[in-house]
Protein backbone atom coordinates (compact mmCIF):
# COMPACT_ATOMS: atom_id res chain seq x y z
CA UNK A 1 0.00 0.00 0.00
CA UNK A 2 1.59 3.57 -0.85
CA UNK A 3 2.19 5.76 1.46
CA UNK A 4 1.34 8.62 -1.20
CA UNK A 5 -2.55 8.15 -1.17
CA UNK A 6 -4.00 11.08 1.23
CA UNK A 7 -5.52 14.26 0.01
CA UNK A 8 -4.43 17.41 1.48
CA UNK A 9 -7.80 17.59 3.39
CA UNK A 10 -7.69 14.19 4.17
CA UNK A 11 -4.14 14.64 5.31
CA UNK A 12 -5.44 17.65 7.66
CA UNK A 13 -8.05 15.40 9.14
CA UNK A 14 -5.41 12.44 9.87
CA UNK A 15 -2.81 14.09 11.17
CA UNK A 16 -3.67 16.87 13.24
CA UNK A 17 -4.90 14.68 16.06
CA UNK A 18 -1.73 13.25 15.87
CA UNK A 19 0.18 16.21 15.90
CA UNK A 20 -1.45 17.94 19.12
CA UNK A 21 -0.91 14.64 20.92
CA UNK A 22 3.12 14.79 20.18
CA UNK A 23 3.05 18.76 21.33
CA UNK A 24 1.52 17.85 24.47
CA UNK A 25 3.72 14.12 24.56
CA UNK A 26 6.96 16.41 24.29
CA UNK A 27 5.75 19.15 26.65
CA UNK A 28 5.71 16.41 29.55
CA UNK A 29 8.81 14.81 28.75
CA UNK A 30 11.22 17.36 27.51
CA UNK A 31 11.71 20.26 30.18
CA UNK A 32 13.38 22.78 27.24
CA UNK A 33 10.34 22.23 25.02
CA UNK A 34 8.02 22.86 27.55
CA UNK A 35 10.14 26.07 28.36
CA UNK A 36 10.04 27.32 24.97
CA UNK A 37 6.22 26.92 24.28
CA UNK A 38 5.90 28.49 27.69
CA UNK A 39 7.60 31.43 27.00
CA UNK A 40 6.15 31.37 23.27
CA UNK A 41 2.96 31.54 24.47
CA UNK A 42 1.20 28.84 22.06
CA UNK A 43 -2.52 28.63 21.77
CA UNK A 44 -4.78 26.34 20.01
CA UNK A 45 -4.20 24.28 17.41
CA UNK A 46 -6.67 24.89 14.97
CA UNK A 47 -5.08 23.27 11.66
CA UNK A 48 -0.92 21.97 11.11
CA UNK A 49 0.09 25.78 10.54
CA UNK A 50 -0.71 26.38 13.41
CA UNK A 51 1.21 24.44 15.26
CA UNK A 52 4.10 25.63 17.06
CA UNK A 53 7.25 25.15 15.62
CA UNK A 54 11.13 25.20 16.85
CA UNK A 55 13.86 25.99 14.26
CA UNK A 56 16.19 23.35 12.79
CA UNK A 57 19.34 25.02 14.39
CA UNK A 58 17.97 24.47 18.05
CA UNK A 59 19.42 21.29 17.54
CA UNK A 60 22.56 22.41 16.93
CA UNK A 61 22.66 24.14 20.10
CA UNK A 62 20.36 22.36 22.72
CA UNK A 63 19.83 18.71 23.85
CA UNK A 64 16.72 18.21 23.17
CA UNK A 65 15.46 14.37 23.93
CA UNK A 66 12.21 13.06 25.34
CA UNK A 67 13.23 9.94 26.74
CA UNK A 68 15.71 9.28 29.48
CA UNK A 69 19.57 8.53 28.99
CA UNK A 70 19.14 5.17 30.15
CA UNK A 71 16.54 4.81 26.91
CA UNK A 72 19.24 6.01 24.25
CA UNK A 73 19.88 3.56 21.72
CA UNK A 74 21.32 5.72 18.99
CA UNK A 75 22.54 9.04 18.77
CA UNK A 76 22.86 10.64 14.91
CA UNK A 77 24.55 14.16 14.21
CA UNK A 78 23.88 16.22 11.50
CA UNK A 79 26.60 17.17 8.89
CA UNK A 80 28.30 20.91 10.03
CA UNK A 81 30.93 22.61 8.20
CA UNK A 82 31.31 24.96 11.20
CA UNK A 83 31.73 22.47 13.80
CA UNK A 84 27.71 22.36 14.76
CA UNK A 85 26.09 19.63 14.62
CA UNK A 86 22.61 18.50 15.33
CA UNK A 87 22.34 15.80 17.39
CA UNK A 88 19.08 13.29 17.79
CA UNK A 89 18.50 10.75 20.49
CA UNK A 90 16.20 7.52 19.16
CA UNK A 91 14.92 4.83 21.27
CA UNK A 92 14.59 1.55 19.70
CA UNK A 93 11.04 2.04 19.19
CA UNK A 94 11.76 5.71 17.14
CA UNK A 95 14.58 3.70 15.53
CA UNK A 96 11.99 0.78 14.36
CA UNK A 97 9.27 3.04 13.60
CA UNK A 98 11.70 5.86 11.22
CA UNK A 99 13.43 1.89 9.56
CA UNK A 100 10.00 0.68 8.78
CA UNK A 101 8.56 4.21 7.39
CA UNK A 102 11.84 5.09 5.26
CA UNK A 103 11.06 1.46 3.98
CA UNK A 104 7.16 2.08 3.10
CA UNK A 105 8.15 5.44 1.60
CA UNK A 106 10.76 3.73 -0.75
CA UNK A 107 8.77 1.18 -1.50
CA UNK A 108 6.67 3.17 -3.80
CA UNK A 109 9.29 3.36 -6.65
CA UNK A 110 11.30 0.20 -5.42
CA UNK A 111 9.01 -2.03 -5.20
CA UNK A 112 8.81 -4.70 -2.32
CA UNK A 113 12.23 -6.86 -3.11
CA UNK A 114 14.89 -5.57 -2.02
CA UNK A 115 17.38 -4.96 -5.19
CA UNK A 116 21.05 -5.08 -6.07
CA UNK A 117 22.65 -1.98 -5.30
CA UNK A 118 25.07 0.23 -6.24
CA UNK A 119 26.40 2.98 -3.70
CA UNK A 120 27.97 5.76 -5.47
CA UNK A 121 30.01 6.42 -1.76
CA UNK A 122 32.76 4.49 0.11
CA UNK A 123 32.50 2.13 2.87
CA UNK A 124 34.79 3.87 5.09
CA UNK A 125 32.20 6.17 6.33
CA UNK A 126 30.57 3.59 8.80
CA UNK A 127 33.18 3.81 10.87
CA UNK A 128 31.27 4.41 13.96
CA UNK A 129 27.65 2.44 14.45
CA UNK A 130 27.34 4.13 16.96
CA UNK A 131 27.32 8.15 16.18
CA UNK A 132 27.09 8.36 12.50
CA UNK A 133 27.39 11.52 10.00
CA UNK A 134 24.13 12.64 8.32
CA UNK A 135 26.20 11.13 4.79
CA UNK A 136 26.75 8.23 6.68
CA UNK A 137 23.52 7.68 8.38
CA UNK A 138 21.87 8.21 4.78
CA UNK A 139 23.93 5.81 3.00
CA UNK A 140 22.83 2.86 5.85
CA UNK A 141 19.70 3.53 6.41
CA UNK A 142 19.91 3.53 2.39
CA UNK A 143 21.67 0.03 1.98
CA UNK A 144 19.32 -1.96 4.47
CA UNK A 145 16.85 -1.59 1.40
CA UNK A 146 19.10 -3.55 -1.08
CA UNK A 147 21.35 -6.40 -1.23
CA UNK A 148 24.82 -7.07 -3.48
CA UNK A 149 26.31 -3.98 -2.67
CA UNK A 150 28.66 -2.72 -4.74
CA UNK A 151 30.67 0.61 -3.66
CA UNK A 152 31.27 2.55 -6.52
CA UNK A 153 33.78 4.69 -5.03
CA UNK A 154 35.96 2.05 -3.41
CA UNK A 155 36.24 0.29 -6.99
CA UNK A 156 37.42 1.38 -10.52
CA UNK A 157 35.49 1.47 -13.90
CA UNK A 158 35.97 -2.50 -14.43
CA UNK A 159 34.33 -2.89 -11.02
CA UNK A 160 31.30 -1.17 -12.04
CA UNK A 161 31.47 -3.27 -15.36
CA UNK A 162 31.34 -6.38 -13.35
CA UNK A 163 28.66 -5.19 -11.33
CA UNK A 164 26.11 -4.52 -14.46
CA UNK A 165 27.35 -7.26 -16.00
CA UNK A 166 25.96 -9.60 -13.12
CA UNK A 167 22.75 -7.66 -12.47
CA UNK A 168 22.33 -4.83 -15.16
CA UNK A 169 19.36 -6.78 -16.98
CA UNK A 170 17.21 -6.60 -14.39
CA UNK A 171 16.15 -3.68 -12.13
CA UNK A 172 18.89 -2.57 -9.36
CA UNK A 173 19.06 0.67 -6.87
CA UNK A 174 21.61 3.45 -7.75
CA UNK A 175 22.00 5.47 -4.43
CA UNK A 176 24.01 8.53 -3.63
CA UNK A 177 24.38 12.18 -2.79
CA UNK A 178 23.56 14.03 -6.20
CA UNK A 179 27.10 15.83 -6.96
CA UNK A 180 28.93 12.25 -6.00
CA UNK A 181 26.29 10.56 -8.71
CA UNK A 182 27.45 13.29 -11.38
CA UNK A 183 31.47 12.97 -10.75
CA UNK A 184 31.60 9.61 -10.18
CA UNK A 185 28.82 7.62 -12.00
CA UNK A 186 27.29 10.01 -14.68
CA UNK A 187 30.69 10.61 -15.68
CA UNK A 188 32.36 7.38 -15.40
CA UNK A 189 28.92 5.65 -17.74
CA UNK A 190 29.53 8.33 -20.20
CA UNK A 191 33.03 8.23 -20.85
CA UNK A 192 32.73 4.49 -20.90
CA UNK A 193 30.03 3.72 -22.26
CA UNK A 194 28.19 2.09 -19.23
CA UNK A 195 24.59 1.26 -20.14
CA UNK A 196 22.31 2.42 -16.15
CA UNK A 197 19.11 1.99 -18.34
CA UNK A 198 17.79 -0.71 -15.66
CA UNK A 199 18.91 1.53 -12.65
CA UNK A 200 16.37 3.50 -10.41
CA UNK A 201 18.54 6.05 -9.03
CA UNK A 202 17.48 7.85 -5.66
CA UNK A 203 20.07 10.73 -4.69
CA UNK A 204 19.72 13.60 -2.44
CA UNK A 205 22.25 16.59 -1.10
CA UNK A 206 24.50 18.56 -2.60
CA UNK A 207 23.06 20.57 -5.17
CA UNK A 208 25.04 23.50 -4.72
CA UNK A 209 28.06 21.75 -6.11
CA UNK A 210 26.29 21.27 -9.51
CA UNK A 211 24.85 24.68 -9.38
CA UNK A 212 28.67 26.21 -9.59
CA UNK A 213 29.24 24.02 -12.71
CA UNK A 214 25.88 25.23 -14.40
CA UNK A 215 24.31 21.84 -13.67
CA UNK A 216 20.51 22.30 -13.31
CA UNK A 217 18.56 19.34 -12.10
CA UNK A 218 16.75 19.38 -15.04
CA UNK A 219 19.63 19.23 -16.86
CA UNK A 220 20.67 16.47 -14.53
CA UNK A 221 18.00 14.11 -15.19
CA UNK A 222 18.64 14.62 -18.95
CA UNK A 223 22.05 13.94 -18.96
CA UNK A 224 21.62 10.67 -16.56
CA UNK A 225 19.15 9.70 -19.68
CA UNK A 226 21.52 10.07 -22.07
CA UNK A 227 23.19 6.86 -20.55
CA UNK A 228 20.00 5.28 -19.91
CA UNK A 229 19.40 6.28 -16.27
CA UNK A 230 15.48 7.66 -16.31
CA UNK A 231 13.84 6.04 -13.51
CA UNK A 232 15.28 8.99 -11.32
CA UNK A 233 14.04 10.31 -7.90
CA UNK A 234 15.55 13.13 -6.14
CA UNK A 235 14.26 12.86 -2.07
CA UNK A 236 14.45 16.05 0.38
CA UNK A 237 15.06 15.40 4.14
CA UNK A 238 16.89 15.53 7.10
CA UNK A 239 19.05 13.75 10.26
CA UNK A 240 16.42 16.19 12.34
CA UNK A 241 13.71 14.34 10.97
CA UNK A 242 15.26 10.88 10.54
CA UNK A 243 12.69 8.50 8.48
CA UNK A 244 10.85 10.79 6.54
CA UNK A 245 11.82 11.60 3.18
CA UNK A 246 9.99 13.87 0.52
CA UNK A 247 10.16 11.96 -2.74
CA UNK A 248 10.20 13.50 -5.91
CA UNK A 249 7.25 11.83 -8.28
CA UNK A 250 7.62 10.23 -11.20
CA UNK A 251 7.54 12.73 -13.77
CA UNK A 252 10.08 15.15 -11.59
CA UNK A 253 9.86 18.56 -10.74
CA UNK A 254 8.30 18.42 -7.13
CA UNK A 255 8.94 16.40 -4.28
CA UNK A 256 5.76 14.78 -2.61
CA UNK A 257 4.78 14.37 1.06
CA UNK A 258 4.20 10.72 2.16
CA UNK A 259 0.99 10.45 4.09
CA UNK A 260 2.52 10.90 7.27
CA UNK A 261 4.57 14.03 6.84
CA UNK A 262 3.77 17.71 5.34
CA UNK A 263 5.02 20.67 4.40
CA UNK A 264 4.05 24.79 5.13
CA UNK A 265 5.76 27.65 3.42
CA UNK A 266 6.33 30.77 5.53
CA UNK A 267 6.56 34.41 5.10
CA UNK A 268 10.45 35.05 6.96
CA UNK A 269 9.10 38.42 8.37
CA UNK A 270 5.28 37.46 9.20
CA UNK A 271 5.54 33.64 9.91
CA UNK A 272 2.11 33.69 7.88
CA UNK A 273 1.42 30.98 5.70
CA UNK A 274 2.11 31.60 2.30
CA UNK A 275 -0.13 30.25 -0.62
CA UNK A 276 0.71 27.96 -3.51
CA UNK A 277 3.35 30.06 -5.94
CA UNK A 278 4.77 31.64 -2.90
CA UNK A 279 8.31 31.31 -1.84
CA UNK A 280 9.12 31.51 1.81
CA UNK A 281 10.98 29.32 4.53
CA UNK A 282 10.24 25.63 4.53
CA UNK A 283 8.65 23.75 7.49
CA UNK A 284 8.28 20.08 7.62
CA UNK A 285 5.79 18.60 9.72
CA UNK A 286 6.10 14.45 10.51
CA UNK A 287 4.14 12.31 13.30
CA UNK A 288 7.37 10.20 13.35
CA UNK A 289 9.75 12.00 16.37
CA UNK A 290 9.01 10.71 19.02
CA UNK A 291 12.02 10.23 21.25
CA UNK A 292 12.72 14.11 20.34
CA UNK A 293 10.44 17.05 19.23
CA UNK A 294 11.39 17.31 15.90
CA UNK A 295 8.02 17.19 14.97
CA UNK A 296 7.32 20.65 13.65
CA UNK A 297 10.66 22.23 12.69
CA UNK A 298 11.25 25.53 10.77
CA UNK A 299 14.39 24.62 8.30
CA UNK A 300 16.97 27.05 6.93
CA UNK A 301 15.94 25.97 3.26
CA UNK A 302 13.45 28.52 1.12
CA UNK A 303 10.73 26.55 -0.49
CA UNK A 304 7.19 26.65 -2.93
CA UNK A 305 4.21 25.01 -2.57
CA UNK A 306 3.54 24.40 -6.61
CA UNK A 307 0.17 23.08 -6.48
CA UNK A 308 -2.22 20.62 -4.09
CA UNK A 309 -3.41 17.26 -5.33
CA UNK A 310 -2.50 18.01 -8.78
CA UNK A 311 0.44 16.00 -9.36
CA UNK A 312 2.22 12.70 -9.84
CA UNK A 313 0.50 11.79 -5.90
CA UNK A 314 -2.16 13.35 -3.94
CA UNK A 315 -1.15 16.58 -1.44
CA UNK A 316 1.00 19.27 -1.85
CA UNK A 317 3.72 19.37 -4.15
CA UNK A 318 6.57 21.59 -3.74
CA UNK A 319 10.42 22.93 -4.75
CA UNK A 320 12.75 23.39 -2.65
CA UNK A 321 14.53 26.63 -3.78
CA UNK A 322 18.18 27.11 -1.64
CA UNK A 323 19.46 27.72 1.99
CA UNK A 324 18.88 30.82 3.72
CA UNK A 325 21.73 33.53 4.32
CA UNK A 326 23.32 32.31 7.55
CA UNK A 327 22.89 35.47 9.17
CA UNK A 328 18.99 35.48 9.23
CA UNK A 329 18.73 31.46 9.68
CA UNK A 330 20.81 32.59 13.16
CA UNK A 331 18.46 34.88 13.95
CA UNK A 332 15.42 32.96 13.37
CA UNK A 333 16.68 30.50 16.37
CA UNK A 334 18.18 33.31 19.04
CA UNK A 335 14.83 34.32 20.79
CA UNK A 336 13.95 30.45 21.48
CA UNK A 337 17.10 29.26 22.70
CA UNK A 338 17.53 31.97 25.24
CA UNK A 339 13.91 31.08 26.65
CA UNK A 340 15.57 27.52 26.45
Known sequence: MSVFSLSQADREKRLLPQLVDLVSHHRRHCVRYDRILTAAGVGSFSDISALPWLPVRLFKTLELKSIPDDEVFKV??????????????????????QTRQLGATLQTVLGPQRLPMLIVDTKSILKDRRSFSARGAGVLG???????????????????????????????????????????????????????GNGILIHSGGWKKLVDQAVSPEEFRNRLAAVGLTRIHNFYGMVEQIGTIFLEGPTGGSLYCPDFADVVVRDPETWAELPPGK????????????????????????????????????????????????????????TYRSAA
Open 76 to 97: LTSSGTTGEVSRIYLDKAAAAT
Open 279 to 334: PGLLEVVSTLPTSYPGHVLLTEDLGVVHGVDDGDWPGKRFSVLGRLPRAEARGCSD
Open 142 to 196: MATFGRDHMWALDEDVDGLRSFLVKHGDQPFLIFGFTYLVWLHLYEIAREHGLDL
